[in-house]
């Protein structure tokens, strides 16, 4: 298992040269559990069980006589693992095999299952899907209900989990909230990250008004992606206090990946891979 990096240590917002060759050494891992302990989830105490999806839709390499292939990859990170891998590197080490000679799909996706496994610290699974075969993405909206509608004053723009209630008076139900306004930054070089979240929920109701002020609440919030989800979902599982919770965040690509991380309770299945119109 790679060992883990400080953030500020990263490639993000440096100045670096393109590798054309192989090189497992680009990829920069980050303990996860520093930004889980300012939310208060102690080491082997995590709430709940889920995964990060990347999508890349810039990975090449050549073939065996030198031709070029061009493919869309899938990765899906456990949650539970203990790191993180830091995106730019991720694309650094996606874009090192430009040049480089691999005899098959399944020894490049062996190959990347090997190096990302070693960064995360635990199992991560790889599909490559070259654009031969004609991969399809399934592009839709959540069955729910989109919060965007609401007619809404709003003054606050860092995570305030003091907006969110539920209504302990209702009796409990299962809905499917959404929004498209989830924008934080990049917690190194403060670059606007733009999402759609979704929350699906089994409880008793949760004030929709007070819940689409706390997501756009992180408008000016610095954090990578996996931790906002994980902020999310802490807060309304301590807030609202559901029997169930599901929070699942699909971010708009940059540098030809896009993160999508997913945190649940096990009694709530995973979301239908959609993608969200904006990837």
């Known amino acids: 298992m790679s060992t883990p990096n400080h953030p500020d240590a990263s490639p993000l917002g440096k100045a670096v040269a393109y590798a054309e060759h192989y090189a497992p050494e680009l990829l920069f891992p980050i303990a996860r559990q520093g930004k889980r302990d300012e939310i208060g989830i102690a080491p082997g105490a995590l709430p709940f069980i889920g995964e990060d999806l990347w999508t890349a839709f810039e990975l090449s390499w050549l073939g065996p006589r030198g031709k070029p292939e061009v493919a869309l990859a899938h990765f899906r990170v456990p949650a539970d693992s203990p790191n993180i891998v830091e995106s730019k590197s991720f694309k650094l080490y996606l874009n090192a095999f430009n040049q480089t000679r691999v005899a098959s799909v399944a020894e490049l996706e062996a190959t990347l299952a090997r190096d990302l496994s070693a960064a995360a610290g635990a199992p991560v699974t790889v599909q490559v899907e070259p654009l031969s075969r004609r991969p399809q993405r399934a592009i839709g909206y959540p069955e729910g209900v989109l919060l ?129 119109v904006r990837q």
């Open 148 to 276: 965007d509608t609401l007619d809404i004053a709003v003054d606050r723009y860092t995570p305030d989990p003091g907006l969110l209630r539920a209504d302990a008076s209702q009796p409990e139900g299962e809905e499917t909230l959404y929004s498209h306004l989830l924008k934080s930054n990049c917690l190194v070089t403060g670059q606007p990250d733009w999402g759609m979240v979704v929350i699906r929920y089994r409880g008793t109701p949760i004030d929709r008004e007070g819940l689409l002020r706390y997501i756009i609440s992180f408008r000016r919030h610095n954090e990578f992606h996996e931790q906002c989800v994980e902020r999310i979902f802490t807060d309304l599982l301590r807030q609202c206090r559901p029997s169930e919770l599901c929070v699942w965040a699909r971010y708009t690509r940059r540098g030809g990946l896009d993160i999508n991380p997913c945190r649940r309770t096990a009694g709530l299945s995973a979301p239908a891979p959609i993608a969200e």
